[in-house]
């Protein structure tokens, strides 16, 4: 894999195959690794290590702070608890926090008018979804409409996760990750890996992860204002 690592990156970016990347590399479906391997080779060991390094210890409490300011409703104030360890249902710590920050940074306007504007609750979906232990993926696959790769949990109940697959191309990628923080590092990797836009409903929330925690593209990429605010106060906060 890491010998045909840029003729799979020319694939990727060429619109006429990238939607077969799957097919002609399956070894993504039943080896674990492989994303963060090619991701390292885009973008090297030091950035592939942020968001490990820094999500749990520094953007997670003041995720979890700036949400106390939101508009609370009964899920928002579950997930506060689950993310500060407080309640037994629900996402573990880092999820929580994660679906926290889509809040923070909610779904904008729809470029088609006539499509309604989802709610932060609704874009959860867009980025994971639980499935109890013992369901079937693939009955799972064939009802999932085509979408950007969202992060699938698989368990007894949503605080104790026993594998995770990124859903990609109604494909599952099972991630070498088995905390949820990797997981979700491994999800993010994916859309670089493959050259896959982000989630219309959720632009604002990767763009955020991609230039604060993994300092990727700053200035490059196209932020809204709210994003640009949100990661200033909080890079800022103790300066």
């Not at 999820?95 to 959860?124: F, G, M, N």
Request: glycine share 4%.
């Amino acid at each position: 894999m890491k010998a045909t690592f840029e003729y799979r990156q020319t694939l990727v970016h060429d619109t006429d195959k990238s939607t077969d990347i799957l097919v002609t590399f399956p070894r993504f479906l039943d080896t674990v690794g492989l994303i963060e391997q090619d991701f390292v080779m885009l973008f090297g060991e030091e950035t592939a290590g942020k968001f490990l390094a820094k999500w749990p210890t520094f953007f997670r409490p003041r995720v979890i702070e700036d949400s106390k300011g939101l508009v609370l409703n009964a899920h928002v104030d579950d997930l506060i608890k689950s993310a500060q360890g407080e309640s037994d249902a629900g996402w573990d710590r880092d999820l929580a926090s994660l679906c926290l920050l889509l809040y923070l940074l909610p779904p904008t306007s729809r470029r088609h008018k006539k499509t309604a504007k989802i709610s932060a609750l609704q874009a959860e979906d867009y980025l994971l979804q639980f499935l109890r232990v013992g369901t079937s993926i693939q009955t799972f696959l064939s009802n999932v409409e085509p979408s950007q790769p969202f992060l699938l949990c698989i368990g007894e109940h949503k605080k104790r996760i026993q594998n995770f697959y990124i859903i990609m191309d109604n494909k599952a990628i099972p991630c070498k990750a088995q905390t949820s923080v990797a997981a979700f590092d491994e999800l993010f990797k994916a859309h670089f890996v493959f050259s896959t836009s982000y989630s219309q409903e959720l632009d604002s929330f990767y763009v955020f992860i991609q230039t604060a925690v993994y300092n990727i593209d700053i200035g490059a990429s196209k932020e809204r204002p709210r994003v640009k605010e949100l990661r200033a106060r909080f890079l800022n906060a103790n300066k």
